[in-house]
């Protein structure tokens, strides 16, 4: 009996989740990203010209891929984990000998690999609409991909455990993810707004995750690569903490 | 070694509700033990912490001898636990469902196959292992929360109440399935609102009440508390008035169905020949409830 079995079970369980309903996990990113490079990349954006030295297009793919990984890495966790509370299955996580380490890694895998599944689908994707994509740190690129899906599945995880209703798991995505990642410099450059609305989205963490990201495929970024990065790492030690111990507590799953 | 040991439990919820003031209990190794009460009286309370789905206010819980504080992983490994609601995945197979509860206790899917199998064929399942557990009716929904708790082979196992609402078929063939699991070792604790079954199964009960063990003995010795029996006999001739027997209670519930309240240490015999000398004649008599229950009104009341 091993906790490499237990953890190896959730995230086999995860996965096969999201794979098994892979209309509603995989393909409405495959649809609406095309939609985005169709409209804003090709038809808007030719007529935009160039930022940073780059075609339109070639500027919003990286955006639109991480805001397809925030999402659908978010998306995972909080409505597997949901449900799990929901239908009350939850119970046998919490019977069973699981530690609360397994547990949050197992759920965080699933949105994890399902962030990083979605990204690779757009990527190949964005392929049908430029020639080639530029790459100017694959490292920069995976270790960002990487560790925003970690990051927001964290969030997902953290949003579920204190979801009371399926409402609670929409309010987050609707009211602030979404405005976040639109106001995150997916679809133009921060250099482009007022002073005040600069230093304002400095605040928004999205801002940080699309720039070094971005910088990974055209070499450009509004802000110094290394700490977007730092900042990204020290939000996930942060969230992992407060699930760890929102895990110890029981806090919205045990009594 | 006690399966199960409760030492000065505690449990207030947020709103101020005392569900447990205090209790203290022991369930012996390898013992069928009835843990009884009414509704809202704790006894889910109880099982939510013994099995760590509540959290508690104070008090110790050991299983097996592991503190379930500092001994969690441990203690969770003797316990099974079939609780009262469904809380399985409704969209997974019921033979995946028992696979993933193995492979939370860290069982090997090959091992759990096999164990799987044993334990849906002792429920009776083995033909449903691939139907989505959803589509099954409430009786064999029942029977797969039994099918996992037994898959990691409990010492303890707990079952809340497992009888509820299935049918009287069901619910004696899941009677000599308790039955047989006690026999090979594994100590139940059951609780149950049909106290013929705890009667019938359990060697040794607790009643709890408002919070606090208000009876925890065996069960001959409990049920040696009776002092009245109570019959309902069906008479052969209508009547229009119960009659007036000194040392008996009667009460003509219809004018050919007496209800009789006779002290212990009276025979029926006796009771006969006083009617007959009323000119009362008796066709067939029945108990007019079981005698756990009785005694649990007395006790609870």
């Not at chain 1, 079995?5 to 098994?20: A, N, S």
């Not at chain 1, 927001?152 to 009371?164: D, H, S, V």
């Not at chain 2, 969690?72 to 019921?94: D, M, W, Y």
């Not at chain 2, 699991?181 to 359990?202: F, K, R």
Request: hydrophobic share 45%; proline share 3%; charged share 20%.
């Amino acid at each position: 009996m091993s906790t490499s079995t237990t953890l190896y079970t959730i995230v086999y369980k995860e996965v096969h989740r999201f794979l098994r309903i892979w209309p509603q996990t995989l393909l409405p990113p495959a649809i609406t990203t095309s939609l985005y490079f169709l409209i804003f990349g090709r038809l808007i954006g030719d007529r935009i010209g160039t930022i940073n030295g780059v075609s339109y297009m070639e500027y919003i793919i990286p955006g639109v891929i991480l805001m397809s990984v925030i999402s659908h890495s978010y998306a995972n966790v909080s409505s597997s984990f949901y449900s799990t509370k929901f239908q009350r299955h939850v119970e046998e996580l919490l019977v069973a000998p699981v530690p609360n380490w397994v547990i949050l890694v197992g759920y965080l895998s699933g949105g994890i690999l399902r962030g990083l599944l979605v990204g690779g689908v757009v990527t190949l994707i964005s392929l049908m609409f430029v020639d080639k994509v530029e790459i100017h740190s694959l490292f920069i690129i995976l270790l960002t991909a990487c560790l925003t899906a970690t990051l927001f599945a964290l969030a997902g995880f953290i949003n579920a455990m204190l979801a009371e209703s399926f409402d609670h798991i929409s309010l987050i995505p609707n009211f602030i993810l979404t405005p976040l990642n639109y106001l995150g410099g997916v679809f133009y450059s921060v250099s482009m707004l007022p002073e005040i609305w600069q230093k304002i989205s400095l605040a928004n963490p999205i801002l940080y995750m699309v720039n070094s990201f971005r910088y990974g495929f055209i070499g450009v970024s509004d802000i110094t690569v290394e700490l977007a990065l730092a900042r990204i790492i020290g939000f996930i030690i942060f969230l992992i903490s407060l699930s760890l111990w929102m895990l110890s507590k029981g806090i919205g799953i045990r009594n | 070694m006690n399966a199960l040991s409760l030492q000065n439990l505690t449990k207030t919820y947020g709103n101020g509700f005392e569900a447990l003031k205090g209790i203290d209990l022991e369930v012996e190794e390898g013992d069928f033990f009835a843990l009884l009460g009414a509704n809202g009286a704790g006894k889910s309370t109880a099982i939510g912490i013994i099995s760590s789905l509540i959290n508690k206010t104070s008090g110790h819980v050991s299983i097996f001898g592991h503190d379930i504080d500092t001994e969690n992983r441990e203690a969770k490994r003797c316990l099974g636990l079939v609780p009262q609601e469904i809380n399985f995945n409704l969209f997974e197979t019921v033979e995946n469902i028992l696979l993933i509860y193995a492979g939370y206790y860290g069982i090997p899917k090959k091992k759990a196959k096999v164990l799987a199998e044993k334990s849906l064929k002792q429920m009776y399942l083995w033909d449903k292992r691939h139907t989505i557990s959803r589509r099954l009716s409430g009786g064999m929904k029942r029977r797969v929360m039994i099918a996992r708790a037994l898959i990691h082979s409990p010492r303890l196992l707990i079952l809340d109440e497992p009888t509820a609402g299935v049918d009287i078929e069901i619910r004696r063939s899941m009677w000599e399935m308790m039955k047989e699991v006690n026999e090979q070792g594994t100590a139940i604790i059951l609780t149950t609102h049909y106290l013929e079954e705890a009667e019938s199964l359990c060697r040794n009960i607790a009643i709890i009440h408002e919070g606090m063990i208000v009876e925890n003995s065996d069960m001959a010795t409990l049920l040696s508390y009776i002092n009245v029996n109570h019959f309902i006999l069906d008479l052969a001739n209508p009547l229009l008035k119960a009659p007036d027997i000194k040392g008996y209670k009667f009460e003509l519930s219809s004018e050919k169905v007496l209800n009789v309240a006779i002290p212990k240490k009276n025979t029926l015999n006796q009771l006969f020949e006083e009617l007959s000398m009323h000119n009362i004649q008796i066709k067939s008599l029945k108990n007019k409830s079981n005698r756990l229950e009785q005694l649990f009104m007395d006790i609870v009341q």
